[in-house]
T-cell receptor, first 110, second 110 residues
Framework: EPEVTQTPSHQVTQMGQEVILRCVPISNHLYFYWYRQILGQKVEFLVS????????KSEIFDDQFSVERPDGSNFTLKIRSTKLEDSAMYFC????????FGPGTRLTVT | EDQVTQSPEALRLQEGESSSLNCSYT??????LFWYRQDPGKGPEFLFTLYSAGEEKEKERLKATLTKKESFLHITAPKPEDSATYLCAVQARGNNRLAFGKGNQVVVIP
């Protein structure tokens, strides 16, 4: 069964460093998303991407964040200068109807 | 702003003891209501989509129902492997983003 994959599973970085989180969506899906979940809190929407451009973004998705689809299979989230409060699980999702989520990347900012 | 409230926050059940989880929502025009299952440290796993009041969906021991203001996830004769956090999310018309509730944490004791 096709699934969304994410790498790495865990990323530790120092405050102020740039990180890139990677996702491979399900191959025939056209919509791609990033969500995050701070420990013990709700899953929160960050951004959606369709037809090579951002279609929606939340207030959380400020200038520190960017997304890219560098080739036909990968979808990336870049955080330019990480802060302590960026520590969370980051989930990629893709859809052609229902949204299917990947296993997540646990980002720890020290 | 779309809002989702789930109750109870946590529930302990004896194996075989049926129960219901509640998801109350406010949304500016419902496009769909989604139920996901989330195991600790994992991504949300899609269960059901409901689109209109009166709709019901079933999968094994789970049954989801929808009214104009809330949805219920009924767990019939649960087994320990049904232990998880169940997430409810809504999608408004014209948007692709999902707005999640905090979840119902269910523990089924053998």
């Amino acid at each position: 069964e096709p699934e969304v994959t994410q790498t790495p599973s865990h990323q530790v970085t120092q405050m102020g460093q740039e990180v890139i989180l990677r996702c491979v969506p399900i191959s025939n899906h056209l919509y791609f998303y990033w969500y995050r979940q701070i420990l013990g809190q709700k899953v929160e929407f960050l951004v959606s991407f369709y037809n090579n451009e951002i279609s929606e973004k939340s207030e959380i998705f400020d200038d520190q964040f960017s997304v890219e689809r560098p080739d036909g299979s990968n979808f990336t989230l870049k955080i330019r200068s990480t802060k302590l409060e960026d520590s969370a699980m980051y989930f990629c999702a893709s859809s052609w109807g229902e949204q299917y989520f990947g296993p997540g990347t646990r980002l720890t900012v020290t | 702003e779309d809002q989702v409230t789930q109750s109870p926050e946590a529930l302990r059940l004896q194996e075989g003891e049926s129960s219901s989880l509640n998801c109350s929502y406010t949304v500016s025009g419902l496009r769909g209501l989604f139920w996901y299952r989330q195991d600790p440290g994992k991504g949300p796993e899609f269960l059901f989509t409901l689109y209109s009041a009166g709709e019901e969906k079933e999968k094994e021991r789970l049954k989801a129902t929808l009214t104009k203001k809330e949805s219920f996830l009924h767990i019939t004769a649960p087994k320990p492997e049904d232990s998880a956090t169940y997430l409810c999310a809504v999608q408004a018309r014209g948007n692709n983003r999902l707005a999640f509730g905090k979840g119902n944490q269910v523990v089924v004791i053998p």
